[in-house]
């Protein structure tokens, strides 16, 4: 282990675990106008008129008339409106907002308005959608040749569901006109740069008359990297009209219904096999983006780049299509696009070495990528790639081979076993040519005579223990004590663009150029001076340039690893099932803290737990998300949080701090595969299953149809 991967106690520790942390839905509420909306009630509607009672004093109706400049919000593309126009294109799409001191009194008004509108037919099945949000194709090699010359050809469909980020802090955003004319908004966000942009655009403003701060954030997991923008503007619009500071804060059924969550998946993968080996992939992957397009672009790139997972495909084609659907609009959760993927490969080359009477370990074993070869887009693994070790650590932490083999036998008796194992990478940093030609990095540190540092940079804490771990990379670079370098929450006013908080690229990246900040900074060390330095991102020089249009090239400089085994026993009565132990080993390069990493791994494997085995959502005939509690969308409590052994595989990353690879979404996306390739393997040797979640209803339903 490195020096600087000692655990340290995190900067967020005490105000956290004391309460003292004020969250933005914690400040007093003098003065304050609580925001809260008129909803569309049908997937797809036209507003024919909105009656509104009349107001009493200090109350305000907010909608698209007051949006001083555009009304679209700045994400990647702007389709979202601020306010709705005339079309309602999901349940739950905001109309308007109505703001005042007393939440119950702003609750009776929203009753009382009277909403006229004529029903129009909404699409909800993405194979029925005639509107393709984003298109991507790209492939390699002789696919038609492959298929014409194989001894075998395959054809499967898999499915995901929704998954939603159930952070602890639901969404939450905060507007106050400042005496100088600026709006100052801050709240519950992971990329203060992103609401800054959209604020300009629906404020019609320059870049000095908004500033945006994150507040203490109680986790994004990715489902605050485009909400905020658009609640910001919503809250925006309504300070400006109020001329006094309007907060919103969701309550958890409004969170789960109208804020977006995972997409929901179908692939179609065919696929060709000769003397034994996968010759050639044909894969379709549906994404069902929802009412607008939000982030699905890049969600999708990643999801059809991740789609051939960790194999050797030398004939390859992916096809990925984000499709419009009238739902709320899906977004970023943890993996961004690949657990989908991954998962539907996983489960085609098990289902592919079963049939050829191989153990699926060895078959895949056999696909693995090694340093040197092409990537899926046709650049190159210029890394070495330590899957075959750490698939001997985890076979070494649970008998893995000997088990699979054991469970793969016929059993008989009430409880029943099985083990699965997944095997994938998570690209570290934006898709492609974004962190050179989209983000353009920039940091900067601030040393004080009194010989503090202050960090400048725009990334947020959300729990992955960036507060931490910025401080760790420039204190252990100047030989400072941790408690001489500060990282306080950003704000758009004071600090420069960095980047967002995303695409597990806020440590390797900006985490490297801090670094390169504070090597220059001891170059140039004065004391009692103050002193600046900048940095700005540059792409390392081995990286073969992404060409988005072709999809080729490398779409990632590095990659982190991931091996999970998951063991279960299956109750053949009530279909109930016991997580045994679950296993991973992670490579992120040099962990930054051990403590932080692990923490990381584990609460990430958990959520993919969560995923593969009971985190179920889904819309009604009418297109209304169902599953609005907590009582209704189970997620893993403290209770269901298995045998759970997560271990480090340290792969360094010459181009991250001190070794570091993106660590933040890697430990969430094998979970799936493990787990479902598990209870396959439980329910019987002919069973193939196909979907997650894989929930104790969905066991039950194979037990009876196959008697087990
Ligand atoms: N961990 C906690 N505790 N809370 C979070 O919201 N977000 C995840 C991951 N780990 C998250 C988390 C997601 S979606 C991302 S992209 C990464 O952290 C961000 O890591 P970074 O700071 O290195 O960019
Ligand atoms: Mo993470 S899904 O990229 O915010």
């Avoid at 699905?296 to 997972?309: D, E, F, K, N, Y």
């Avoid at 725009?458 to 370098?485: H, M, S, W, Y």
């Amino acid at each position: 282990m490195e020096p600087i991967s000692k655990s340290v106690v995190r900067k967020d520790h005490e105000p956290k675990m004391s309460g003292r942390s004020l969250y933005v839905g914690d400040y007093g509420n003098e003065g304050v106008l609580t925001g809260k909306f008129l909803r569309a009630k049908a997937a797809r509607a036209r507003i024919l008129s909105v009656k509104v009672p009349e107001l009493p004093p200090g109350y305000f109706y907010i909608d698209r008339r007051d949006v001083p400049g555009v009304n679209k919000v700045h994400i990647v593309m702007d389709d979202t409106p601020v306010f709705a126009e005339d079309i309602t294109e999901y349940i739950g799409e905001p109309i308007a907002m109505v703001a005042g001191p007393d939440p119950k009194k702003v609750d009776e008004l929203l009753a009382a308005i009277q909403v006229d509108w004529e029903e129009l037919e909404p699409v909800l099945d993405i194979r029925k959608s005639d509107t393709v949000f984003f298109d991507y194709e790209y492939g390699k090699g002789n696919l038609e040749e492959a298929f014409a010359q194989a001894d075998k050809v395959y054809e499967e469909e898999f499915s995901t569901g929704y998954q939603d980020q159930t952070y602890l802090e639901t969404q939450a955003m905060m507007a106050e006109p400042e005496e100088n004319g600026r709006m100052f908004v801050h709240g519950s966000l992971q990329c203060a740069y992103y609401v800054h942009t959209a604020l300009m655009q629906a404020l019609g403003c320059g870049p000095d008359e908004v500033h945006v701060l994150q507040d203490v954030t109680g986790g994004g997991f990715g489902g605050k990297e485009d909400f905020p923008s658009i609640l910001g503007c919503q809250v925006a619009v309504a300070a400006r009209k109020a001329g006094a500071p309007v907060r919103c804060v969701f309550d958890r059924r409004e969170d789960l219904e109208f804020t977006p969550k995972r997409h929901p998946s179908l692939c179609t993968y065919r696929a060709a096999v000769k003397d034994g080996c996968v010759t050639a992939l044909d894969i379709e992957v549906l994404f069902n983006a929802g009412a607008y397009t939000t982030l699905s672009a890049v969600v999708l790139q990643r999801g059809v780049i991740c789609a051939s997972g960790v194999y050797n495909i030398p004939n390859l084609h992916v096809h990925g299509k984000a499709m419009k659907t009238n739902t709320v609009p899906s977004g970023a959760y943890r993996g961004f696009g690949a657990p989908q993927t991954f998962f539907a490969v996983e489960m085609l080359m098990d289902h592919i070495a079963k049939d050829l009477g191989e153990d699926s370990l060895d078959f895949k074993e056999r696909h693995l990528v090694k340093q040197g070869d092409p990537t899926s887009t046709s650049g190159v693994y210029h890394f070495p790639v330590p899957l075959p070790a750490m698939i001997d650590e985890v076979d070494a932490a649970c008998d893995f081979r000997r088990k699979h083999r054991e469970y793969a036998l016929p059993q008989s008796g009430r409880f029943r076993r099985g083990i699965g194992m997944s095997m994938y990478f998570h690209g570290a940093g934006f898709t492609g040519s974004g962190e050179r030609d989209i983000i353009k990095a920039v940091c900067r540190l601030l040393k004080r005579a009194d010989g503090t540092v202050e960090i400048l940079a725009a990334n947020g804490e959300i729990g992955q223990g960036l507060r931490t771990t910025f401080p760790k990379i420039v204190a252990n670079e100047l030989g400072l004590p941790l408690d001489k370098v500060f990282y306080e929450h950003p704000d758009t006013a004071r600090v420069p663009d960095s980047g967002p908080t995303v695409a597990s690229r806020s440590l390797m990246i900006v985490g490297e150029l801090l670094r390169r900040c504070a090597v220059r900074l001891k170059e140039e060390w004065r004391d009692g001076e103050e002193q600046v330095v900048e940095e700005h991102f540059r792409e390392p020089d081995f990286m073969i340039p992404f060409y988005l249009d072709k999809f080729q090239g490398d779409a990632y400089p590095t990659y982190a690893w991931g091996v999970n085994a998951i063991e279960v026993e299956v109750d053949t009565y009530t279909g109930l099932t016991r997580i045994l132990g679950a296993y991973g080993s992670f490579d992120v390069g040099t962990p930054m803290d051990e403590g932080i990493v692990l923490g990381q791994m584990e609460g990430g494997f958990l959520q993919g737990i969560g995923y593969a085995s009971m985190e179920s959502m889904s819309y009604d005939s009418r297109g209304r998300i169902r599953s609005n509690s907590f009582s209704d969308y189970l997620i893993p409590t403290a209770a269901d949080v298995p045998n759970l052994k997560c271990m480090l595989h340290v792969e360094k990353y010459p181009d991250g701090p001190y070794g570091a690879k993106g660590a933040g979404e890697l430990p969430l996306v094998g979970a799936p595969g493990a787990y479902v390739e598990a209870m396959e393997q439980a329910l019987g040797g002919r069973v193939r299953l196909h979907h997650a979640p894989f929930t104790q209803e969905d066991a039950m339903k194979v037990i009876a149809k196959e008697g087990v």
